[in-house]
Nanobody, 124 residues
Framework: QVQLVESGGGLVQAGGSLRLSCAAS??????MGWFRQAPGKEREFVAG???????????DYADSVKGRFTISRDNAKNTVILQMNSLKPEDTAVYYC????????????????WGQGTQVTVSS
């Protein structure tokens, strides 16, 4: 059974930091990503990693988070991490982890498995 379990969301003041984790089990993915969905808006890409074998990977970020968010992987724990710094109120959303079976895909339509989501709220 494939599972993606997110953790680490919460409430933080603007300028603060949060660290989201996504623990994957049941399948090895070629690409894993973080997406977010704010109330009344469509789910959007935040950051993703495409794995090339060994410790090699390619990372991509939405323009709105470049320089503030960093995606990484803990191979030993099969976990993908999203470090979010300098958070802004507009980062408030439910954040979802997702896995894809193809490499270098960063559109939500390309992802096959999704976690349940974790709420991130940034107060001004």
């Amino acid at each position: 059974q494939v599972q993606l379990v997110e953790s680490g969301g919460g409430l933080v003041q603007a300028g603060g930091s949060l660290r989201l984790s996504c623990a994957a089990s049941g399948r090895t993915f070629k690409c894993m990503g973080w997406f977010r969905q704010a109330p009344g808006k469509e789910r959007e890409f935040v950051a993703g990693m495409s794995f090339s074998g060994g410790n090699s990977y390619y990372a991509d970020y939405a323009d709105s988070v470049k320089g503030r968010f960093t995606i990484s992987r803990d191979n030993a724990k099969n976990t993908v991490i999203l470090q979010m710094n300098s958070l802004k109120p507009e980062d408030t959303a439910v954040y979802y982890c997702a896995g894809a079976q193809r490499p270098r895909v960063f559109s939500k339509d390309e992802y096959d498995y999704w976690g349940q989501g974790t709420q991130v709220t940034v107060s001004s």
